[in-house]
C-alpha cells in the first residue's frame, strides 16, 4: 500500500469482534481508534478493505489510462486529462469517485 494512502487513511484497518461479544463487530484504524461500530462480520471484514480498494483502483487508473499512464499516481487525481477525455473515459469515472473518497466528499 502505497504511504499516502496509508497516511490518508490512517491504515491498515482492521475488523475485529467487539469486546462484549454478542456477535457485534468494529473497525478500528492503524491509531487503534474506531472506524465503525455495530456491524456484522461480513460487514466489517468489507470495510477493512477500503483503503487497499482505494489503493488498488487508484494504480488500476494510473496503469489503464493511457494519457496518464506517465503520471506519478499520487497527482493523478489533481489534473484533468490531458487528453480531454474526462467526458467519455471509464478510467475518468473511477478517477473522480478517487477524488471524491480522498477529500472526503
Keep these: 500500500m502505497q504511504e499516502?494512502?496509508?497516511?490518508?487513511?490512517?491504515?491498515?484497518?482492521?475488523?475485529?469482534?467487539y469486546k462484549h461479544g454478542k456477535g457485534a463487530f468494529v473497525v478500528?484504524?492503524?491509531g487503534g481508534y474506531l472506524v465503525a461500530e455495530n456491524m456484522s462480520g461480513q460487514d466489517s471484514a468489507r470495510l477493512a478493505c477500503l483503503p487497499e480498494i482505494y489503493d488498488a483502483l487508484l494504480e488500476a487508473a494510473a496503469g489503464e489510462c493511457w494519457s496518464c499512464a506517465g503520471e506519478n499516481t499520487e497527482t493523478i487525481l489533481d489534473h484533468p486529462c490531458?487528453?480531454?477525455h474526462d467526458e467519455d473515459?471509464?478510467?475518468?469515472?473511477?478517477?473522480?469517485?478517487?477524488?471524491?473518497?480522498?477529500?472526503g466528499e
Design 4 to 17: 499516502t494512502v496509508k497516511k490518508l487513511f490512517d491504515a491498515p484497518w482492521k475488523a475485529e469482534e
Design 89 to 103: 473515459c471509464y478510467v475518468a469515472k473511477w478517477r473522480e469517485l478517487l477524488r471524491k473518497v480522498r477529500d
Design 82 to 84: 490531458p487528453k480531454g
Design 28 to 30: 478500528r484504524n492503524n
